[in-house]
């Protein structure tokens, strides 16, 4: 499942030893950083629309931040920033034609997703201490029910640990679904144009009308899972701050 | 019964009859363990993606039936709403595409296809 071998892209090239999603994950990063290096450092360059979009994703994510996680926000600007507009460039990258997506590549939704989560760990034991595993504390119950305490600690370990595998499988999955539904329709497209056999010429006329659909479906869902992934994290760096017993 | 259960039944006893010989040559013709395996794997993957997404469409519809009622009740509150029905959208597809993600698996890279090629 690492390089296009489930997805054949039909203008495959590939540096000597890199894998193509690997290449891709550089061109998105170098992309993101420069752009970003060149509106703050050097306005003068930049058209003027670019720089607005730039800043108007900055003010929305910014306000969103301030909004779910509240007046402690402002460390962690940088990083929530930094994964929407990453994923949000990451996903569109798919497509363009000849590049790939590098979110459809299992290692970087799972690795964002792992990051994630020891960061929001890392701050919640920061800011609170040991009290920081209070959270799965059951609510007080008589001790004769000490058997359903237990295993109400057990479920809410159990969907806390699975918070890094849900975000990433989620960006992961519907990026690649996307990816793979688009190269088999091109697959299919290539088929129509080699045939000669009339039959199979009229099934495979279907990509050249759902191609277009599918692409507007996949730039609708590179903004949602960019925005849901950015929204999640602030969600769980919220609750890791503020501490409140469940229930 | 109602004419509603008679025609249901009916319609479902000519599916059975149309589709229930080929089964059942295919069931009587299935010797060897790959294809056990490989039959019910594919099986398996397109009945587990179907009944996802059956749930998942009747928990979207929910979901934009009540954002519709509250824009309708409210309509100042469209914006605000909207963030939430995108975030409860990307939480309810999710769920569907984990038993995408498994019938993947199974259909390309089975675990259990290395006891029998």
């Known amino acids: 499942m690492t390089s296009p071998g489930i997805v054949p892209e039909s203008i495959a090239y590939e540096i000597h030893g890199i894998p193509p999603t690997l290449l891709m994950t550089f061109v998105s990063w170098a992309f ?15 058209p003027v629309k670019v720089r607005m979009a730039g800043e108007i994703i900055l003010e929305y994510v910014v306000d969103l931040a ?58 919640g034991l920061q800011e609170n201490g040991l009290r920081y595993f209070k959270q ?29 595998f849900s975000l990433g499988l989620r960006l992961f999955c519907n990026i690649f679904s996307k990816e793979l539904f688009l190269g088999i329709l091109a697959m299919l497209v290539l088929q129509f144009l080699n045939s000669d056999v009339l039959g199979e010429r009229i099934m495979t006329a279907g990509p050249f009308i759902l191609r277009p659909f599918i692409m507007i479906l996949g730039l609708v869902v590179a903004f949602i899972q960019a925005l849901v992934f950015t929204i999640l994290t602030m969600s769980y760096i919220a609750g890791a701050i503020q501490i409140q017993e469940h229930h | ?33 790959a294809v056990n395996l490989f039959a019910g794997t594919v099986i398996g993957a397109g009945l587990g993606v179907g009944l996802a997404a059956g749930g998942c469409g009747c ?17 100042e509150l469209a914006g605000k709403l909207q963030m939430n029905m995108f975030v409860g959208f990307a939480l309810i597809e999710a769920q569907v595409l984990y038993a995408l993600f498994i019938a993947i698996i199974l259909l390309f890279a089975n675990p259990f296809s290395k006891y029998f090629i």
């Open chain 2, 1 to 33: 019964m109602s004419k509603r259960t008679l025609a249901i039944m009916f319609v479902a006893g000519v599916a059975s009859a149309i589709f229930g010989e080929e089964v059942a040559n295919a069931a009587s013709e299935a010797a060897s363990g």
């Open chain 1, 136 to 164: 799965f504390m059951p609510p007080k119950l008589p001790l004769a029910m000490f058997p359903i305490s237990v295993l109400l600690v057990v479920v809410e370990v159990i969907s806390f640990l699975i918070r890094p």
């Open chain 1, 66 to 123: 301030n909004e779910v996680i509240g007046p402690k926000a402002q460390r962690f600007y940088p990083l929530l920033l930094g994964l929407f507009i990453f994923i949000l460039i990451s996903n569109l990258m798919g497509l363009v034609p000849g590049l790939i997506s590098p979110t459809s590549d299992p290692a970087l939704p799972f690795g964002l997703a792992i990051m994630v989560f020891i960061y929001f760990n890392y701050v």
């Open chain 2, 59 to 75: 928990g979207m519809g929910i979901l934009i039936a009540s954002y519709l009622q509250g824009m309708a009740r409210q309509p």
């Open chain 1, 32 to 46: 993101v950083a420069g752009l970003y290096i060149l509106i703050a450092r050097f306005p003068s360059i930049v």
